[in-house]
């Protein structure tokens, strides 16, 4: 079934490391570098799935953790998978559940064979193993789906990363044979995920473990969150150097404006992130000119739209001063209009970079 | 300008009061009987203008009261009205105020010439007149607006119920007057507000007063809240049978599926009430068999729509299960898909009115 995943690369720009691709799934074309806005509860907050699709959105990211907890795999099952529950037919990748657990969730117990926490919902214990989230992946039957991986705190000593990414490695391998020897009712391709923290070499020993087993494509993971924003942007091409151009790779968690910038002309093809529509929840505007607050006196009486240079339907059809008024009322519709804004900003930021690739 | 607006009964039934008819306006056609959603603050809860259009809703109510207060008339001109600033470019209806002055403001003064009174939302005092009243609807600039009335509350006795209706009637006219003599950049009809609380012979006075003052439709006040139902099934017919039948009439905030049906029987034209947006914020779907709330353990694993018989956007693409998820889980889409729901239960209904008078 995995011929109808097929990746291609179909330009490397001379400039820098970047190129741009396609990427097909069973639920349609995927054009690379992507941004994918993220569903954690089966919905893309405040968004409905045609607003998605009108702003250009491809692909979501949706949570295993959180689908795990609630709404539950006996209702998944029953729905017939999450494209059916949240009336999105287009492509889906599921996270793991582990960055959930090891963050959101109370950990118990982590050994070799898999980890015990207890839900943030309820405090309810639950234990996961490698194959178990491939199981629960398969339920949910997302067109990407990533295995169960150790995720560390920052600053975290050398020996114990490598300790870390090499429980990753062999827990990896595990969800490879779990998917092939029990096949999916939905068509699935498993990413690896690299770790290593912030060692090179640590990074460089991850992805050779990883690229033994042959995943359909590699994410870069523990990035995220707390670094420089300097070793971070160091830390990228060096992982890049290790991935075959022929696989997608996607730098899981990272969303801000600059960051993808950099990432994809490092050969970064696929992005997730919560920040567009966090900061829309916040009142905050993504704008050429950097991020501002929709809640200032500054935008009162201020008849243009969020950004003159977007098309998005926010800034199409609303005035700054009408958002802020809804702001200002907690109309919910302006968590809406600002989210609208916030990811077609960064999909047209993809988009462009990856048109100047396919110009050059 | 006024000859843009017309009103035309297109058949009335021969079993019951009741007509279907069509209110032209500049903002496109209304086909009566007619509900309007109710959209306080610039925008229908939850909900963006093109749902709306897909549901069938042909006109939308907004509240002058919450206009005036915030964002205030000073963006409203700026805007170049309501229309514009909320993106909504069919028919729009403004009631006067008054309402909203007697129930949520801080009343502080009623005389002849006006009211004073304090906001609800920072205390700050207001003077409204007659007159001002239709200055700032001719500001927000909606198709059809309201005089300014008293809204009494309910056990008032006869004579003071007299007294008021009175009032009104005399502010109904300095409106009327005002409108004439200050035309709007936008075009408007103004409606009279029949009064007399409970009592037949005070409506029959109050509909007498107005009619000799030529308004272009007519509505009913003082019928939406607190009374017994029989006693308000009485009081519209006994109301209804002194407003000409070329002329519209519209029943002031009543929408409960079972007082639309016995209404639009008695030949009421035109309905607004905020029921069908409430109900969905706390979680209850309109159905033919009654209202339910969706938070019951019994609409688990349930992965049929919320009403079998329904054709809105909700039902033909998601599960309770999942509307129920989304609800328990917060998400403001459960809002929105539950008030797409009800407000297209009430289309429908007072759609397949219309169509059962034109099928005699």
Redesign the interface.
């Known amino acids: 079934m995995i011929n109808d995943f097929k990746f291609t690369v179909l330009k490397k720009s001379k400039k820098h490391n970047g190129r741009a691709g396609v990427l097909h799934t069973p639920h349609g074309d995927i054009r690379t570098p992507i941004f994918m806005p993220v569903g954690t509860?089966?919905?893309v907050?405040?968004?409905?799935p045609e607003?998605l699709l009108s702003e250009g959105v491809e692909i979501i990211l949706a949570n295993t953790y959180h689908l795990f907890l609630?709404?539950g795999m006996?209702?998944m099952k029953?729905?017939g998978g999450l494209h059916q529950?949240?009336?999105w037919h287009k492509p889906l990748l599921t996270d793991s559940g582990g960055f959930q657990i090891f963050s959101l969730g109370n950990l118990n117990k982590i050994d070799e064979d898999g980890v015990t926490f207890q839900s943030h919902l309820d405090g309810a214990s639950f234990r996961l193993t490698p194959e178990k989230v491939i199981e629960i992946q398969q339920i949910i039957g997302a067109d990407i789906i990533m295995p169960l991986d150790e995720c560390l705190p920052i600053g975290v000593s050398k020996e114990k990363t490598r300790e870390s990414l090499q429980l990753t490695s062999r827990w990896a391998k595990r969800c490879r044979n779990y998917l092939r020897d029990n096949p999916s009712r939905h068509r699935q391709v498993l990413f690896g995920i690299i770790q290593g923290g912030m060692f090179p070499e640590l990074r460089k020993e991850s992805a050779e473990q990883l690229l033994e087993l042959d995943f359909f494509g590699y994410a870069i993971g523990g990035l995220s969150v707390g670094e420089e924003r300097n070793q971070l942007y160091d830390l990228i091409p060096q992982t890049v150097q290790y991935i075959p151009e022929e696989k997608p790779r996607y730098l899981m968690g990272v969303g801000a404006p600059e960051d993808l910038d950099v990432a994809i002309d490092s050969g970064i093809d696929m992005f997730d992130c919560v920040l567009p529509t966090r900061l829309a929840r916040h009142g905050s505007v993504l704008s050429k000119e950097g991020s501002y607050s929709i809640k200032t006196k500054i935008n009162?009486?201020d008849?243009s739209p969020l950004d003159n240079s977007c098309d998005c339907y926010a800034c199409r059809?609303?005035?700054k001063?009408?958002i802020r008024?809804?702001y200002?009322?907690k109309?919910?519709?302006a968590?809406?209009l600002l989210s609208i804004h916030n990811i077609r900003f960064l999909i047209n930021l993809v988009k462009r970079k990856r048109q100047d690739i396919l110009d050059e």
């Not at 907050?45 to 409905?48: A, I, P, R, Y």
């Open positions: 509860l089966g919905s907050k405040t968004l409905m607003m609630r709404p006996e209702l029953q729905s529950f949240m009336n009162e009486y008849i059809n609303y005035s001063e009408y008024n809804l200002r009322n109309e919910m519709q968590m809406s």
